[in-house]
C-alpha cells in the first residue's frame, strides 16, 4: 500500500521554526518528483516547493523563497520541508505529493497524496 505520512506541524510564534517531514511506504520517494503543497484557511491550494530525481529545489511560492528548503533523506525515504522565519501567513495544512499530482491530476494513478499536518503561526 501506498502511503505518505506528514509530520511536525504544530503551533509556534512568528519568526518561529519547524520541520516538516513525509515518511513515504509502497514506493521509492527518490524515483519520483516530489512537492510539497499547502492549503490556507479559506484558501485554495498552493504548491510550495518541489524536488525533482536529481535532487535539484524548486520553490513555487514567491514568498517562500529563502525562508523554506525542502530536502530527502534516501535512506529513510523521507522528504522534509525546513520553514524558518515563519509568519502568520504561512499557517496551513501541509501536504506531501507526488508532482505528478499538478501535472496530471489527482485521479493520475502515481498521483500519492498524504493527510497533511497542521502548522499555525500565532502568537
Known amino acids: 500500500e501506498v502511503r505518505l505520512v506528514e509530520s511536525g506541524g504544530g503551533l509556534v510564534e512568528p519568526g518561529g521554526s519547524l520541520t516538516l517531514s513525509c515518511v513515504a511506504s509502497?514506493?521509492?520517494?527518490?524515483?519520483?518528483?516530489m512537492s510539497w503543497v499547502r492549503r490556507a484557511p479559506g484558501k485554495g491550494l498552493e504548491w510550495v516547493a518541489r524536488?525533482?530525481?536529481?535532487?535539484?529545489?524548486?520553490y513555487d511560492a514567491d514568498s517562500v523563497k529563502g525562508r523554506f528548503t525542502i530536502s530527502r533523506d534516501k535512506s529513510k525515504n523521507t522528504l522534509y520541508l525546513r520553514m524558518n522565519s515563519l509568519t502568520t501567513d504561512d499557517t496551513a495544512v501541509y501536504y506531501c505529493?507526488?508532482?505528478?499530482?499538478?501535472?496530471?491530476?489527482?485521479?493520475?494513478?502515481?498521483?500519492?497524496w498524504g493527510q497533511g499536518t497542521q502548522v499555525t503561526v500565532s502568537s
Open positions: 524536488m525533482d530525481i536529481s535532487d535539484s529545489s524548486t
Open positions: 509502497g514506493f521509492t520517494l527518490s524515483n519520483y518528483d
Open positions: 505529493a507526488t508532482t505528478f499530482c499538478r501535472a496530471l491530476g489527482r485521479d493520475y494513478q502515481e498521483c500519492y
